[in-house]
C-alpha cells in the first residue's frame, strides 16, 4: 500500500478503519488459501496484512476487533478435519445463572422422576465446569481407537492424531468395558497457556485472548506435531457408547474413570439436595481463582444413573442436569450508536455499537439492547426496569457477558450522559426495505410487515435454512449466502435456487469456478455437498422453513407426527381456512370477554366460539386442525403461525419450488421397530400413579410412538388413569382400545 500512513500518525478512527478493513482482507485471504487452495495474494503480502494489523492493536489495544485476524489459528480447519458421527449424541447443558434457577431445576427433577416431599432429598454431583472443549475419546478393547470434537453434537471432527499427544489421555487402558467412550474437556492451565503466548510472542507467532482458545487451536491442529508442542490436559466426567455399565451412579463412573487411569476433578463431590449444592457452588467458586484453570461454574447431575436414565434428554440437553454459571463479567463503556438489524421473522432487534471494551479477556463491541421497551426503560409489562432509565446514544453503559451469550447492557450512568443526548425513536418502518414496521398487540417485537421482499428477511431467511440444525450445507455458511445473495449473474435468493445453483452455473457464461475465492475443485464440492442434501429428514426441512414459532422441537414433533412431507402439507393445506376462522373467532372472544367484564355478566364464549368457527367451519379443516392443535407440544400459536404461512401465495410458491428440488425423507419411527407402540398415536389422561406425565409421554416416544393431547378418530390407544373424564368417554364413542397404566407399563414391558 503506496499511501500507508504510519501506524504513529493514525488517528483512532483511522486505525480503527484499517483494522476492519484488514480483518475483512485477511479473512478472505485465509479462505482462499485454506479454504478454496486457491491464494489470492503472496505470503509476503499476507505476512505484511498481518504484521500491520500488529503494529495498529498495539498501538490500539482498544480497538481490538472480535474477529481480529491477530487471534485467527491458522485456517478455518473444520474443513481440513475428517467428520467422525458419534455413536451417542454430544449433549450441552442447559444454564442457571441465580440459585432460584437451582432450585427451579430441583423442583423441575423431583416433578418430572413424581418424587414427594416425604421423599426426601435427591443426591447430586457438583463438580466445577471447566472452560475448554469437549471431547469423545473411543476405546475398543481397551486401546484407543478414535477422539472426535463435539461438532455439531452428532457429527464431530476427527482428532485421533492429536488427541493421541496429550499425556492425560492413555492410549490403553486396562479393565475396561469392551466398547468405553470417554468423554470431558481438553483446557489448559494458566501456567502453561502464559508460557505458550510467551514462547509465541518472542517468536513472532500468534498469542491466543485465553486459555480456551489456545486449547481450541491448539488441538485443531492439522500437524500433531504442533498439538504435541502444546501442553493440553483432560479432564473425563461423562461418556458416550458403553458395552456394559460403569456404575450405579455418576461419581462411582467418575471414581471408575479415575481406576482406569484418567483425570478426574478432584472437586467433584455428591451433595445431597439442593442446599449442599448451593454451599459446594459458594466453595468452588471461593477457589476460582486459585485453580490454576478456567472455569466458568458448576455443573450439577443426577448422581442416580438409573433416574438419569429415566429423565432423559431434551432435543439438546439433558434433563438430569444443569451448568450453574458464575456471575458475568462487567465492563463500562461509551454506546456510540444504536443500529437496528432486520431478522428472519422480520423482528426489529436494536443493537449497541460501542467503543471497544474488555470483558473478561473478550473485546466486546456490540451488545443487544432487547427491543424498543428495553431501550425506553420498561420491562413486557410496562414496569420501570433501570429505575426507568431509558438508553441513549452517547451513554456511558455498563456491559456485561454471561457464558457464550451475546453481550448485554444492563445499566447506565445518568451523569455522564452528554446535554445533548436525546430519547432513541425507534423506527416505524423497516430500515432494509422501507414496509411499515407494526407491533402486535402483546408482542415486545416490532416486525417489519415486508415479507419476501424485504431483502434483510430474505437473507436471515436462508442463513436460517443452510444454518447447523437445519440443512447444513459444506461450503454454504452465512458468508456465502451474503455473497451469492448478492450476486448478480448466479444469485441464490430463496432456498430453491440453492438447489438450481449448479444447472445455472452451467449455463452461465461467469462460471463459479472463475471466481473469488473459487476453484474447479471448490465449485465441484460445494455443487456436490448441495446434491446430497436433497435427501434431508422431514424435521429438518420444516424447520429449515424458518417459519415463526416452529423451532426444533415444533419441527421434530410435527415430523414425527405426519411422517412424510406429502402428509405434512396435505393437513396444513385443508387446515388452511381454520386458521383464519380461529383468530377472526378468538378476536371475538377477547372482545366478548371485555364487554361481559364492564356489564358485569358472564362471557358467553361458547356459544361465540360456535357461531364464529365451529358452525362456519367445513368438518375437513376443522378436523385437519384438530389434528395439528392435538399433537403434544403443538399449541394454537404454532399452528397458527405454520397454517397461515402455508397460505400466504408467494410463500407457498417459494415452499412448492423449493419441495420440487428435494426428495424429503420421510421420519422413520425412532428406536426399536420391534417396539409394541412404534407408529401409534397414544393418548394419555387421568391420574398416572407410577410417573408422571412428562416422564410416559418421553418413554412413549423414545419407543417410537406419537403422543397427542386429544382423542381423534387417528387416536390408536388411549392410556387413562383414575379421574379420565371426557376422553376417555370420547374413546369409547369412536372405539380406541382403552389401557390403564398397569396396562401400558406391561404392554411396554416396563412391568
Ligand atoms: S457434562 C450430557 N460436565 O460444558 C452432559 N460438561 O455447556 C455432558 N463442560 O459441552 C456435559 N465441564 O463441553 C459436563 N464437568 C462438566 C463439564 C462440562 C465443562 C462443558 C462440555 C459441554 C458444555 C455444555
Known amino acids: 500500500m503506496a499511501t500507508e500512513k504510519a501506524v504513529a500518525e493514525l488517528s483512532e478512527t483511522e486505525a480503527a478503519q484499517e483494522l476492519a478493513m484488514l480483518a475483512d482482507k485477511l479473512a478472505r485471504a485465509n479462505a482462499a488459501y485454506h479454504t478454496e487452495d486457491a491464494p489470492e495474494i503472496s505470503d509476503a503480502d499476507y505476512d505484511s496484512l498481518k504484521r500491520r494489523n500488529a503494529e495498529i492493536e ?96 452428532a457429527v464431530g471432527e476427527n482428532v485421533t492424531a492429536n488427541a493421541r499427544t496429550i499425556d492425560d489421555i492413555p492410549e490403553t487402558i486396562e479393565g475396561a468395558p469392551e466398547v468405553l467412550e470417554v468423554r470431558g474437556e481438553v483446557y489448559m492451565s494458566h501456567a502453561d497457556f502464559e508460557a505458550l503466548n510467551a514462547r509465541h510472542a518472542e517468536t513472532g507467532g500468534k498469542t491466543f485472548a485465553n486459555p480456551r482458545n489456545a486449547a481450541a487451536g491448539s488441538l485443531r491442529q492439522i500437524d500433531p506435531k504442533i498439538t504435541a508442542a502444546r501442553p493440553l490436559k483432560f479432564f473425563a466426567y461423562a461418556w458416550g457408547e458403553l458395552s456394559e455399565p460403569l456404575a450405579d451412579t455418576q461419581m462411582g463412573a467418575i471414581e471408575r474413570f479415575a481406576k482406569l487411569g484418567f483425570q478426574t476433578n478432584p472437586l467433584t463431590r455428591v451433595c445431597d439436595g439442593i442446599d449442599e449444592m448451593l454451599a459446594h457452588y459458594r466453595d468452588i467458586e471461593e477457589q476460582r481463582a486459585t485453580l490454576g484453570y478456567d472455569i466458568d461454574g458448576v455443573v450439577y447431575k443426577v448422581d442416580d444413573l438409573d433416574l438419569q436414565r429415566r429423565l432423559g434428554f431434551r432435543s439438546t440437553t439433558p434433563r438430569w442436569a444443569i451448568a450453574h454459571k458464575f456471575p458475568a463479567e462487567l465492563a463500562w463503556t461509551r454506546l456510540e450508536k444504536i ?152 444469485p441464490i435468493r430463496e432456498p430453491a435456487d440453492i438447489f438450481t445453483l449448479e444447472k445455472r452455473d452451467a449455463q452461465n457464461l461467469a462460471r463459479l469456478k472463475n471466481r473469488d475465492g473459487y476453484g474447479e475443485t471448490s465449485a465441484k464440492k460445494l455443487f456436490k455437498a448441495i446434491d446430497e442434501k436433497r435427501k434431508t429428514p422431514l424435521n429438518r426441512v420444516i424447520f429449515a422453513l424458518g417459519i415463526r414459532h416452529v423451532g426444533e422441537v415444533a419441527a421434530a414433533d410435527l415430523a414425527r407426527h405426519f411422517n412424510s412431507w406429502d402428509a405434512f402439507t396435505k393437513a396444513v393445506d385443508t387446515a388452511g381456512p381454520a386458521a383464519k376462522l380461529y383468530i377472526a373467532a378468538e378476536e371475538k372472544v377477547q372482545q366478548e370477554r371485555q364487554a361481559a367484564a364492564s356489564e358485569g355478566r358472564r362471557a358467553q364464549v361458547a356459544q361465540i366460539r360456535f ?28 399452528a397458527v403461525s405454520l397454517v397461515t404461512t402455508f397460505q400466504q401465495e408467494a410463500e407457498r410458491a417459494s415452499i412448492d ?86 396396562g401400558w407399563l406391561a404392554l411396554i414391558g416396563d412391568a
Open 657 to 742: 419450488r423449493l419441495a420440487a428440488e428435494l426428495d424429503v425423507q420421510d421420519v422413520a419411527a425412532p428406536a426399536t421397530s420391534d417396539s409394541p407402540v412404534a407408529g401409534k398415536t397414544v393418548v394419555f389422561t387421568g391420574t398416572l400413579e407410577k410417573m408422571t406425565r412428562a416422564e410416559a409421554k418421553a418413554r412413549a416416544e423414545a419407543l417410537g410412538a406419537k403422543v397427542s393431547g386429544s382423542v381423534s378418530a387417528k387416536t390408536d390407544l388411549l392410556v387413562a388413569g383414575p379421574g379420565a373424564g371426557s376422553k376417555a368417554t370420547k374413546a369409547a364413542d369412536l372405539g380406541v382400545e382403552t389401557i390403564d397404566e398397569d
Open 339 to 490: 443500529e437496528i438489524q432486520v431478522g428472519r421473522t422480520g423482528a426489529l432487534s436494536p443493537v449497541a455499537r460501542l467503543t471497544p471494551v474488555t470483558v473478561g479477556g473478550v473485546v466486546v463491541s456490540n451488545a443487544t439492547l432487547h427491543n424498543e421497551d428495553y431501550i425506553a426503560g420498561r420491562d413486557a409489562k410496562g414496569e420501570p426496569i433501570r429505575d426507568g432509565k431509558d438508553i441513549r446514544e452517547g451513554d456511558w453503559v455498563q456491559v456485561y457477558r454471561a457464558g457464550d451469550v451475546i453481550p448485554k447492557v444492563a445499566d447506565v450512568d445518568l451523569s455522564k450522559r452528554p446535554e445533548d443526548a436525546t430519547r432513541y425513536a425507534f423506527p416505524h418502518v423497516c430500515p432494509e426495505c422501507g414496509s411499515e414496521a407494526v407491533r402486535e398487540e402483546g408482542d415486545a417485537v416490532r416486525r417489519c410487515t415486508g415479507g419476501l421482499i424485504c431483502p434483510a428477511q430474505a437473507v436471515e431467511k436462508l442463513k436460517h435454512f443452510v444454518s447447523r440444525a437445519a440443512f447444513d450445507i459444506d461450503g454454504l455458511g452465512a458468508k456465502q449466502i451474503e455473497m451469492f445473495y448478492a450476486d448478480e449473474t448466479l
Open 611 to 638: 357461531a364464529y368457527w365451529e358452525a362456519r367451519l367445513a368438518e375437513e379443516a376443522k378436523a385437519a386442525w384438530d389434528d395439528i392443535v392435538g399433537i403434544d407440544g403443538i399449541g394454537a400459536t404454532v
Open 58 to 153: 498495539d498501538r490500539f489495544p482498544d480497538l481490538k476487533r472480535e474477529d481480529s485476524p491477530s487471534e485467527q489459528v491458522g485456517a478455518p480447519v473444520s474443513e481440513s478435519f475428517a467428520k467422525v458421527e458419534h455413536s451417542v449424541r454430544m449433549m450441552s447443558l442447559a444454564n442457571a445463572f441465580a440459585d432460584e434457577d437451582v432450585r427451579d431445576f430441583n423442583d423441575t427433577v423431583r416433578r418430572y422422576l413424581g418424587l414427594r416431599d416425604s421423599d426426601g432429598g435427591l443426591a447430586y454431583t457438583a463438580e466445577p465446569k471447566i472452560d475448554g472443549l469437549s471431547l469423545s475419546i473411543r476405546y475398543e478393547n481397551g486401546k484407543m481407537v478414535s477422539a472426535a470434537t463435539r461438532g455439531d453434537g
